[in-house]
């Protein structure tokens, strides 16, 4: 028997990274775990990770799916990028997460991620009329009706699809902005997030094909009165979900605060025009937290006060960040703290 692996792994593009995949064909019967599947290799020069003369680079399985596209026994297989010499490529963030992860087991930190996008078509935001704009933001988040959803069946379809690849999707709501969307993935431990954000994104962008519409992740796909596009990121430690836990919730909030330019730099490309502190966001250049409060960098969520444990949400992310980056800054600054 043969099946189908669609091997996916980040590209070197700048200033962010691309989703890149190929299919190999495995004239073998269906892989029991990720261990079961071959290295492969791809030409470095054509993704920004390589030059002409030393263009091979080695692609590693790392995480497997069944792939809900193809069906069968065909899997979604993504991959981690290595130089021949079996050192991780420069673009590889995943490698610098595992060894964070690794130092960092006992703490079991956790993530829940909510990917914001937005859906463009005829080369404007879905749901903008050709010329001038719709109506102003206010009725879109959540909505219902054909004035004020755009996109809702590429919506479901996605959805159903990170399902049947047996993905944490944990919920999905459209956006504040008209073609504006989001899901969530976790909670789960930084590689299982991160490797889950990579693949239901690629997801994303090959059944928005099938609908004949456009994904971007920009984190402000239209300048002025509309909201932007983040990946507010979740997180929690075992000591902070059990009792007691509000006082590791509190200086996990104040170890972000003491490394918030660090934090900021790396959380996506064109991160000063979505957090202005309009449209749900504290200003790049400030660190705030607090309950409830949207308009702060970190939001610790109402129930958690009243439970005095529970975690908190890093509202910074941009949608277009790298989750390998995000996890591992945010596992690295609070379990560096609480260790
Ligand atoms: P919001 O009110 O900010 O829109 P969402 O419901 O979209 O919140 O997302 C909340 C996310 O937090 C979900 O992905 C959920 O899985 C995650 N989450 C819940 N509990 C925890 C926890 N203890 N640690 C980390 N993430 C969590
Ligand atoms: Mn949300
Ligand atoms: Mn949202
Ligand atoms: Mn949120």
């Known amino acids: 028997m043969a099946y189908q692996a669609e091997y996916i792994w980040i590209d070197g593009t700048e200033p962010t990274a691309k989703i890149r995949s190929k299919t190999k064909i495995i004239h073998k019967d269906a892989p029991a775990t990720v261990a079961d599947l071959p290295i492969w290799g791809f030409d ?51 490698a610098a997460l595992r060894e964070v992860a690794d130092k960092y087991a006992a703490q079991e930190p956790m993530f829940g991620i909510e990917q914001e996008y937005t859906f463009f078509k005829g080369g404007r935001p879905y749901g903008f009329p050709e010329t001038g704009f719709p109506a102003p933001q206010g009725g879109y988040y959540c909505g219902v009706g054909a004035d004020e959803i755009f996109g809702r069946d590429v919506v479901e379809a996605h959805t159903e699809a990170c399902l049947e690849a047996g993905l944490e999707i ?128 970190i939001r610790i969520p109402w129930q958690c006060e009243i439970d005095r444990k529970g975690y908190l949400e890093d509202r910074r992310p941009n949608a277009n960040c790298d989750p390998y980056v995000v996890t591992r800054l945010m596992v690295d600054t609070i379990c560096g703290e609480l260790a």
Request: hydrophobic share 35%.
């Open 44 to 94: 470095g020069s054509s993704t920004n990770q390589a030059t002409g003369d030393k263009s091979d680079c080695v692609l590693k399985p790392v995480f497997m799916c069944p792939d809900p596209i193809r069906g069968g026994d065909n899997v979604l297989v993504m991959c981690e990028v290595f130089l021949v010499n079996d050192t991780p490529h420069p673009t590889n963030t995943r």
């Open 170 to 297: 944990s919920g999905i709501n459209a956006e504040v902005m008209v073609g504006q969307w989001e899901y969530q993935i976790g909670p789960l431990g930084p590689l299982d997030a991160s490797d889950q954000i990579w693949v239901s994104r690629w997801l994303l962008y090959r059944i928005a094909e099938e609908f004949d519409v456009m994904v971007t992740l920009d984190a402000k796909p239209v300048k002025g009165d509309w909201n932007g596009a983040g990946a507010h990121t979740n997180f929690s430690t075992k000591a902070m979900r059990e009792d007691g836990g509000w006082d590791k919730i509190i200086a996990g909030c104040e170890a972000l605060g003491k490394k918030a330019d660090l934090h900021i730099a790396n959380y996506g490309h064109d991160i000063e025009s979505r957090l202005t502190g309009a449209h749900e966001t504290q200003r790049y250049d400030q660190f705030s937290y607090g309950v409830s409060d949207r308009g702060a960098s």
